[in-house]
């Protein structure tokens, strides 16, 4: 069984060059529902944190630094098989992979500075939404 929560941030890229609205936007018209979202800034040991999986990963030092490095905005997505289709719509990790038409392709400046994030999973989605959020936060949002 899929779920249907995806958690997403906005990186510090794409919000220093005011991508916000434009990137909301393609998440609202491909269907799927903002139940929660807020702006923030990660501490260095809060982005370790997220990315404990990458910690060996030799860009590890790069990506912490770069995601505590300017605000971020962080949101709970809903739709049906929200985890796979989320991936479709922001397209592959490095924006030269991307397809046309993704938001990695049209916002993205490199594979590190990506535009946005996106859960891989949905063990992943259920960890990464209770980082930022409280299941009460969006709760009755879903009634
Ligand atoms: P994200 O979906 O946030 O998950 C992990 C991030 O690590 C990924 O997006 C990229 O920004 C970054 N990343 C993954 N692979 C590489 C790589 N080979 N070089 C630099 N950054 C990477």
Redesign the pocket.
């Known amino acids: 069984m899929t779920s249907n929560k995806t958690l997403t941030?906005i990186?510090p890229g794409a919000v220093n060059n005011k991508h916000i609205g434009a990137i909301i936007d393609r998440i609202e018209r491909a269907g799927f529902r903002i139940v929660a979202i807020k702006s923030l800034k990660l501490s260095k040991e809060a982005a370790q944190e997220f990315?404990q999986e990458?910690a060996e990963?030799p860009?590890f030092n790069?990506?912490v630094s770069f995601m505590s490095s300017g605000p971020i905005v962080a949101a709970v997505l809903y739709k049906e098989n929200a985890v796979q289709d989320f991936r479709k719509l922001i397209g592959s990790?490095d924006p030269n992979d991307a397809e046309e038409g993704t938001i990695r392709k049209d916002f993205a400046e490199s594979?590190?500075?990506?535009a946005v994030?996106?859960s891989?999973s949905d063990a992943s989605a259920e960890r990464e939404c209770h980082f930022f959020f409280s299941t009460i936060d969006y709760l009755e949002v879903l009634k």
């Open positions: 941030m990186k990315y990458h990963r860009f790069d990506l990790t594979k590190s500075k990506n994030h996106g891989d």
